[in-house]
């Protein structure tokens, strides 16, 4: 899976190691900011079927096809699927602010927000923070697989989840 590739506004393009570790996955999962659908097709002609959701960089084309969120089965487990920036909330950048501030942590408001999007799902793949994070909330396995896109501060990353029908986890791939 991976999230904030950002293809072309901050990288060329797609790390050449994706083809190394994405060989022989069932699925990828995109948690947004991907910028423009011929992303989405690369790795759909050069993988396997890419489920993706919309992220708040995205092109206006790619937002006509992308979902806000999603939830995909995989052996009998529920993956909910989202960008997680906070631009639905009701109360704006302020309030979200503020509720991280309150709450511990700089991305506090974030891991609450998206377990907030989904009921009844065993994990929640997200992204928009470019920070990787693999943990269990509430009983939900969180993970966010970093961003592709190198930015200040983090080494660009993608991640691997593992399901089956008795245990989920994941682990990431820095490139």
């Known amino acids: 899976m991976l999230a904030d590739t950002h ?3 901050l990288t060329p393009s797609l790390p050449p190691l994706i083809e190394e570790v994405f060989r022989g996955l069932d699925i990828i999962l995109h948690a ?3 910028c423009r659908l011929d992303t989405l097709q690369q790795l759909e002609d050069n993988f396997t079927i890419t489920i993706a959701v919309a992220g708040e960089t995205d092109s206006s084309e790619a937002k006509k096809y ?8 995989c052996a009998n487990r ?3 699927i989202i960008h997680g920036d906070h631009k639905k909330r009701p109360d704006g950048w302020w309030g ?11 991305y506090e408001g ?11 799902v065993d994990c929640i793949v997200f992204g928009h923070s470019h920070r990787p994070y693999i943990k269990m909330r509430s009983g939900i396995l ?12 983090s ?7 593992d399901v089956d029908q008795r245990t989920i986890a994941g682990r990431i791939v820095y490139m």
């Open 66 to 73: 992308l979902e806000d969120k999603r939830v995909v089965r």
């Open 155 to 161: 080494r660009p990353s993608v991640g691997i989840l």
């Open 142 to 153: 969180l993970f966010n697989p970093g961003a592709v896109a190198p930015t200040p501060g």
């Open 110 to 120: 974030l891991y609450r927000y998206v377990l907030d999007q989904f009921d009844g």
């Open 7 to 9: 293809i072309p506004d």
């Open 32 to 34: 947004g900011d991907i």
């Open 96 to 106: 979200a602010l503020r509720r991280r501030l309150m709450r511990g942590g700089p």
């Open 78 to 80: 529920s993956i909910g």
